[in-house]
């Protein structure tokens, strides 16, 4: 529309200025006086335009007034020039709705296990080689799923986040045929957090992890060995139990941790540097038995070598131990669990020297657990320790990726409360693998390992030996 009036105007003055024309030389004086005037007076109007709008075309620059010109007998009217209005800022968005906060996530293994030589059969009464983390050792099987997790996390607010985990990779036992039935659904993990003091303090409640031995709170999408050692693990088979705990990380502590994680290596998770619980004591997904409840307690810290120079420069050191006490009642064979609850107190200790290429884990828990006494042919409690120690060492860039071959190796003597009568098991294992990650959401873990282990059963004795190729495939989403 400016545009458009501004060749009006334009157009109009040029009519004007032909009426001066010899053609109206013998007009009336006045009558040519008045004329100019209007002309003088579009010309004005015309050039005040022309400023307006090449004001408006560099907004940086102040507005000027138009040119002054001649002087006129009228005063000719002033075309104003309007400025648009400022642009607003925008209002801020709502807050997105809890259920958007949410994100699902989670990852399968794969397994197949080869036993090269070994006591994968043996009559009645004598243990067979048989894992108490891997029902496919020893097995007249090939291909099978040891995890497909899938899990629903995130918080629902600014003070409070939730966590939902199910396998779909369980199996269920004690058919009327006597048959396993694999690739149920169980759950996992049900629990919210509760935030405060800039979540530096949180409140768990809800079925969770214990905080009983790093590498029993690593999950196992990020453990490098292929199974969970004997001697921590005997403490929490299938690593939870229903109860609330309490985790506090100070700040400097957390900020090495999310470098450490920054740089890709494998953390046990945000259980927090210290942490205090209570929880019902029977373990993963069993009906409490007992009025007692399990305490447990742990404290893990990091620490940066740098100030010891030369090859600590770069490394973290993270020490820490865990305490645990409880009763528990184990599972008996003539069906139900033991009417008595027996001491199960204990103790544990962890070293981890993050990789950086080079790398050390070790643990090892002492204390009391029931187990199945072969003498009085009944439970009691009794005395148990075990362990681990392994090594590694990283390569983060290679032309087939990264990897991190491994050795590691176990022992531990003590009963295993959550098989049907605690029975004792003995366990000796070297394991050396590789773990190879040719994409981030792509794993391949190789090992062979030397098994000697007793059979996970009272009715049998001895020990069983072999050898092992494993592999396990991950994929993460």
């Known amino acids: 529309m400016r545009e458009w009036r501004q060749v009006w105007l334009a157009g109009c003055a040029m009519a004007l200025t032909s009426l001066s024309s010899p053609a109206l030389a013998a007009e009336d004086p006045a009558t040519i006086a008045s004329l100019q005037r209007q002309i003088d007076e579009l ?9 307006a709008q090449q004001n408006a075309q560099t907004p940086a620059l102040p507005p000027t007034a138009p040119a002054p010109v001649a002087p ?53 009464g004598v243990s067979r080689l048989r894992s108490v983390h891997d029902a496919g050792v020893g097995e007249k099987g090939n291909f099978n799923f040891r995890r497909i997790r899938l899990a629903l996390q995130g918080d629902v607010s600014d003070r409070m986040g939730l966590y939902l985990q199910g396998e779909f990779a369980s199996a269920v036992t004690g ?66 139990d229903i109860g609330i705990v309490g985790f506090y990380t100070p700040p400097a502590i957390q900020k090495i941790w999310d470098d ?24 993963t997904n069993r009906t409490e038995k007992n009025d007692g409840l399990m305490k447990v307690a742990m404290a893990t810290v990091p620490f940066r070598l740098d100030g010891l120079g030369g090859p600590f420069v770069g490394k973290v050191l993270e020490l820490g131990a865990e305490g645990m006490l409880n009763t528990f009642q184990p599972e ?27 790398g050390i884990q070790a643990e090892w828990s002492w204390g009391k657990g029931p187990e199945w006494d072969r ?103």
């Open 43 to 51: 010309r004005a109007q015309v050039q005040a335009l022309l400023a």
């Open 72 to 124: 006129a007998p009228a005063a000719a009217p002033v075309l104003a020039v309007v400025t648009p209005p400022a642009p607003t800022a925008s209002k801020p968005g709502k807050p997105k709705p809890w259920y958007d906060r949410l994100q699902l996530r989670g990852y399968t293994q794969m397994r197949v296990s080869e036993v090269i030589d070994g006591d994968t059969d043996a009559p009645a």
């Open 175 to 240: 058919q009327a045929n006597g048959e396993r039935r694999e690739n149920f659904f169980q759950l996992r993990d049900a629990y919210a957090d509760v935030y405060f003091a800039d979540r530096t303090i949180k409140l768990r409640v809800g079925q969770s992890k214990v905080p009983f031995g790093w590498e029993n709170l690593q999950s196992s999408s990020n453990r490098i060995a292929i199974d969970r050692a004997d001697g921590p693990n005997s403490a929490v088979p299938g690593e939870r």
């Open 260 to 283: 450490l994680a920054k740089d890709g290596q494998k953390l046990f998770g945000n259980y927090g540097a210290f942490a205090l619980g209570v929880y019902n004591g029977q373990g």
């Open 332 to 358: 008996v064979r003539t069906g139900g669990v033991s009417a008595r609850a027996y001491i199960d107190n204990r103790v544990n200790l962890h070293a981890i020297l993050y990789p950086a290429p080079f």
């Open 375 to 477: 003498l009085t042919q009944s439970l009691a409690s009794k005395p148990l320790s075990g362990g681990y120690v392994q090594a590694m060492y990283r390569v983060k860039h290679s032309p087939i990726g990264a990897f991190i071959p491994y050795a590691r190796w176990q022992s531990y003597r003590g009963g295993w409360k959550t098989a049907t009568n605690a029975p004792r098991i003995s366990t000796d294992e070297i394991e050396l693998g590789v773990e190879w990650l040719p994409l981030k959401e792509f794993e391949v873990t190789m090992a062979y390992a030397r098994m000697r282990r007793s059979e996970a059963d009272e009715r049998r004795s001895g020990v069983a030996r072999g050898d092992l190729l494993r592999a396990q495939i991950q994929w993460n989403y």
